[in-house]
């Protein structure tokens, strides 16, 4: 009986519903479900974002891009297990997804498989050189492993690609100190 709830709270039960009918639309192309779901993990609404990109799936379940948008987005929460199967399933269909090479490499990283993590860099920026974040990344990675130099020459490289990348002069200088 919505007749009996104040108009506030009325229009946020109205907003929530439209929300979750329209991220689940029957028929809504995959594309638009994708493109949506990454506008609004963009914009900080990663459980609306999740479930465009679970509909999706649904929709297609060979979708190469969904597996690699809804892996990050699992990574990024600390959902490391299934963020990998999303991943690696991402990287069979589309083996030269520089994009879920990195994402992939962040998962590694974060369950301090050091090794995996640097080959999954590695793999990203052979497919493309331009990645800022992969760059900055592998410097992360190897500044942790004490090699200063090849550390400081990804660093450099990603500040030429991206100097507003958060905290990259600090690890730059970190690693020429």
């Not at 699992?74 to 069979?92: I, K, N, P, V």
């Not at 369950?111 to 052979?126: C, I, V």
Request: aromatic residues 6%; contains cysteine.
């Amino acid at each position: 009986m919505l007749h009996n709830v104040a108009p506030l709270a009325n229009d946020m039960i109205l907003t929530k519903l439209l929300s979750r009918l329209l991220s689940r639309t029957p028929g809504v192309p995959v594309d638009e479900l994708l493109r949506r779901g990454y506008e609004l993990q963009q914009a900080g609404n990663t459980t609306v974002a999740e479930r465009n990109y679970r509909e999706a799936l649904r929709a297609e379940a060979g979708n190469a891009d969904a597996h690699y948008l809804l892996g990050a987005l699992l990574g990024e929460r600390g959902a490391f297990s299934e963020a990998g199967t999303h991943l690696d399933c991402a990287l069979a269909l589309k083996p030269e997804n520089a994009g879920a090479h990195a994402a992939r490499g962040n998962v590694f990283l974060m369950l301090e498989q050091r090794a995996a993590a640097t080959a999954s860099y590695e793999q990203a920026l052979r497919l493309d050189p331009a990645s800022a974040v992969a760059h900055f990344n592998l410097g992360l990675l190897l500044q942790m492993s004490g090699e200063r130099e090849r550390a400081f020459r990804q660093f450099e490289r990603a500040y030429e690609l991206a100097p507003d990348i958060p905290d990259l002069l600090k690890n730059l200088t970190l690693s020429y100190i």
